[in-house]
Structure formats: C-alpha cells, structure tokens
C-alpha cells in the first residue's frame, strides 16, 4: 500500500471515529439534559389552568380599607407566574379613580422595576401598623360608646357582636392581642349590653373567675356569641 493510499484511509478512519464520538456524546446530552434547564422547569412549570376572575376590592383614601384590600390582593402579589409589569396593571384596577390612592399608584410608571415600589409606598401611606391601631382601636371605642349612648335596650345584639368582633380580629391581625386591650375595652363593652344579657355576662365571668380564669376581652366575644346563635 502505497503512502498516498495509507493516508486517505487514515483520513477516513478519523472521519469515522470523530462521528461516533460525536453520537456518543449526544446520546449522553440525552440522559442528562442540562442542569439549568431541568430547574428552570421544576421550579417555573408552565400553568395549564386558568384562575377565576375575582371582583377586587378597590382602595381609596381610608385606611381602615387597607388590610381588607392588601389580604385580597396578595393572591396576585404573591403569584409566581405573573410578571410584575402585569401586578402593576391590577394594581390600578384595585384602587378608586381619581383617589388619594389612585394617585400613589399613578404616580409610577408600570414597569416590572416600579411594582415593588408602589407596593411599599401604598403600605406607607395607608399600611403603617401605628396608625392601623389607632385606627381600629378609636373605631372600637366610638362603637362602644354610641351603643351605650343610644340605650341598652335597642341594642341589636347580632350587628353589634359581628361589629365588636371584626374590630378585635383586625387588631389581632397586627400583632395586637385582646390582653393589651381587654383591661379597659371590656367594661366598656359590657356598658353597652342589654341588661339581661350583662347580668347573664355577669354570672358567667364570676363562675369562670371561680375557677381560675381571669376576665378577658376575648371570653366576651365567645360569650356574646352563644347568646347570638341561642336567639
């Protein structure tokens, strides 16, 4: 065999050997896909159903709106698949035209980078824990006082007990628990009831104190409750 010969089939023999190689190679791709990609899709799978559409509850100028308004929008803020350009076009839907605000939200352009920022200054304009809890606590103690303003007899026991408890569970959603409360609001509170019911009040909070408990704004609730639902 010549070396012009020798050569070509080298050549061809190198040829052959690059190609498997290369099919080798691309059978190994296939049993290990890459590593980015396998996470991107374990960890941003692609949504295969469609949400229901929600009515929003639209913010304005009252703060005492806010936590109603930021505990039904947070299933959009925290919503993985929605681009934050796209939270920005809800978030101007969910507040009133033409409001105190409408203009905070107004007042950034709907960019992906700008969301963030609204949503902290919404909170700081309206959110701000301090001034939630004077909000609710001054709400709780005008409702109590117009009760007790109004008669004890043309109390409506339903409306105020879904009033009263509202106004407690609010609270209780910014940290602030019926102890550092109760001591004052609860005499309060039981100025207003219907006589019979306070003295029914009366003899259940004596029993329970009897047995070790102590008087809580809490057992009042409880109490005023089973009276509700006996009615």
């Not at 006082?145 to 408890?165: C, H, Q, V, W």
Request: aromatic content about 8%; some cysteine.
């Amino acid at each position: 065999m010549d070396v012009t010969s020798l050569k070509v089939q080298t050549k061809a023999l190198r040829t052959s050997f690059t190609c498997s190689a290369k099919q080798i190679d691309d059978e190994f791709e296939k049993e290990n896909p890459d590593i980015k990609q396998l996470l991107t899709e374990i960890v941003s799978p692609q949504r295969k159903f469609k949400l229901p559409e929600i009515e929003l509850k639209k913010l304005s100028e009252d703060s005492n709106k806010y936590l109603t308004f930021r505990t039904q929008f947070r299933k959009i803020d925290e919503d993985s698949f929605l681009p934050p350009e796209d939270k920005c076009q809800y978030l101007l839907q969910a507040v009133v035209l033409k409001s105190k605000a409408a203009r905070v939200v107004e007042s950034f352009l709907t960019i992906a980078d700008n969301y963030p920022k609204t949503i902290a200054q919404l909170k700081d304009k309206f959110g701000r824990e301090d001034l939630l809890v004077q909000i609710y606590v001054r709400d709780l103690l005008s409702m109590v006082m117009k009760n007790a303003i109004s008669g004890r007899a043309t109390t409506d026991l339903p409306a105020f007990y879904d009033e009263l408890e509202s106004k407690i569970r609010a609270l209780e959603s910014l940290g602030r628990t019926q102890e550092k409360y109760g001591d004052f609001l609860s005499p309060l509170v039981e100025s207003c009831l219907p006589e019979e019911i306070l003295i029914a009040w009366e003899r259940h909070r004596n029993l329970n104190e009897a047995s070790g408990g102590t008087r809580s704004l809490e057992q009042l609730p409880n109490f005023l409750n089973k009276e509700v639902k006996a009615e």
